[in-house]
């Protein structure tokens, strides 16, 4: 029962009325005291529940702090990053600091850090695609000065991304300090992205993450070359953990053990919910390992292992697993794993024996394997649902269609298949970065469009053969067929340099074929809309040009650079030529040019002619 405060005075003044002698005079007493102390706490308690209500009702508190994200600046000396440096000290409570798309340097870095260090609130840093067109020396001290004004602060970082910079193993090193601080002692999300680690790349990194306990919630670090080696430091690291909620690493090139003890750190972190394996070769062994962690995460809601060479037997696996353990789930990619037909079904089967399946399922992807004609793929829908994605828009309904007695003499030798191509990876240098996709790959051609595989050998010709002939093939309208040709590239990074290749194709040819300087001058426009990111467009365009090494060490320069430069000098201040690029062509050609800035691309073009036509050798060394 609970009395107000008027309803405890009126019973005070009923036991004063009452009260006659002395004992009568003890024992009024004695019940004041007790109703005084129920009035107090009354009192305070209802104070308590006013103020927990006033700080519900009040609304979030927006978070404030300086966004310079896709500026394009290039920032060389502190007075190039004055205006960063001025932001940062005007704002009284700087949460996040969001530098992506600018290109940094040591001595704008350092400019930067001392701002910095008379900020403690700090808790997000977003660094990513941050150091394009620099020298690899140069990163790893701009990230130490970053780092040394955040560790002077005190500050406490939740959010650390690098992604998308090629700092490689020597950038893990600068970056290895600010991990090892007290700033990123209650990290939750570390995002590490298309980094080229490599294998010591990656070691070095769990080497830092492993000097002190860790709390992570978000580990991102796809394209990195990590290997089994590099994946297998990280496990530990991982399972020591507990608490991470989504690993992303897809494009590693890990294979079954990586992925076995990758998935021993799995089983220790009950939390997990997002999952991305994407195109390693986890195999039917890795599969069979990964299945063997599922029953412990229950809170598994994105599992993405497309592209992984799962196989029959691997999909099976995963099924059993799948039974009773994907209460959660609610997308799943297993495209192009050459899965059979029975498989596919026992896999959709294992997922959609809960009665909710289909209102919780919102994305099962299977495109890419064997699933049968028009009825078999009825049956998928039937039981998937609208979250059914079944085919890439490709093909007759009896595309990859794969009988029983092929699936199981397909199985039988899975594990030499997964055993070969492993040893064959392992003359191939971790340490580069070696995920750009420089082979176009057309899988499904229509067969209801007649002459389609004739246009597409005729493109695809004159990409690995540039020469006037091939062009003379694709006749007038020869940009719109390679356009089109290029956007059935998936990969937005790969399609980025598909399309560098086109049109630095087109633009070596310049100097014999005005056709050539006119699908050049078409080609440009279309390169640089299609890219998503200008790292990407750096990224393709710099080694093209002989500028960097090639970060894949097989490919060879196959257009003149004499023409390409011609075509660049003539669309380079063009109003699409984005001013980060323009910026980068310009500081990366300069120093190989004893000019201004503005003539550097007509003066390397002819320099460029003593190169010969050919020739692979960068002009950097």
Known sequence: MKLTCSETTDNIKIIEKKSVGVHNCVFALYLFSIYYIYYINCKMATFDLNSLNTVLDEPAQPETGVDFSGKSLKLDTAKDAQQIVDAINKCPNLQYLALTGNTLGVTAAHAISKALESHPELKIARFSDMFTGRMKTEIPPALSALGDGMIAAGARLAVLDLSDNAFGPIGVEGLAKLLQSDVCSDLEELRLNNNGLGITGGKLLARALSSRKRRLRVFIAGRNRLENDGATALAKVFQEMGSLEEIAMPQNGIYHVGITALSEAFKHNPALNHLN?????????????????????????????????????????????????????????????????????????????????????????????????????????????????????????????????????????????????????????????????????????????????????????????????????????????????????????????????????????????????????????????????????????????????????????????????????????????????????????????????????????????????????????
């Open 277 to 621: 394996l994407n195109d390693n070769t986890i195999g039917a062994k890795g599969a069979e390992a990964i299945a063997g962690a599922l029953p412990r995460l229950k809170n598994l809601k994105s599992i993405n292992f497309g592209d992984c060479l799962l196989k029959s037997r691997g999909a099976r696996a995963l099924a059993k697993a799948f039974k009773g353990n994907s209460l959660l789930l609610e997308s799943l990619d297993l495209s192009h794993n050459e899965i059979g037909r029975e498989a596919c079904m026992e896999l959709v089967d294992a997922i959609t024996e809960q009665p909710d399946s289909q209102e919780r399922l919102s994305r099962i992807v299977l495109a890419g394997n064997s699933l049968g004609n028009a009825a078999n793929k009825k049956s998928l829908k039937d039981k998937l649902g609208a979250s059914a994605e079944l085919s890439d828009g490709e093909g007759s309904d009896d595309e990859y269609v794969t009988e029983p007695e092929e699936e199981d003499d397909t199985d039988e030798s899975e594990d030499e298949d997964e055993d070969s191509e492993e040893a064959g990876s392992a003359d191939s240098s971790p340490e580069d970065i070696r995920d750009i996709d420089t082979v176009i790959d057309v899988k499904e051609i229509s067969l209801d469009d007649s002459g389609r595989e004739d246009i597409q050998s005729d493109v695809e010709r004159f990409l690995k053969d540039p020469s006037v002939k091939h062009l003379n093939s694709l006749g007038d309208r020869a940009a719109e067929l390679i356009d089109a040709h290029l956007q059935m590239i998936r990969d937005p990074d790969a399609m980025t340099e598909a399309y560098a290749q086109a049109v630095l194709c087109a633009s070596g040819l310049s100097s014999r074929s005005a056709a050539a300087t006119a699908l050049a001058m078409q080609l440009y426009p279309l390169f640089i809309a299609r890219a998503k990111r200008q790292m990407a467009l750096a990224n393709s365009l710099l080694p093209g040009l002989g500028l960097i090494k090639w970060e894949n060490k097989d490919y060879k320069i196959r257009w003149d650079l004499p023409g390409c430069y011609s075509i660049l000098a003539n669309v380079l201040d063009e109003a699409y030529f984005p001013a980060g690029l323009r910026d980068t062509l310009r500081y990366q050609t300069t120093a190989l040019c004893c000019c201004s800035e503005y003539d550097c691309i007509e003066t390397l073009r002819s320099k460029c002619s003593s190169f010969g036509s050919s020739d692979d050798t960068p002009l950097r060394q």
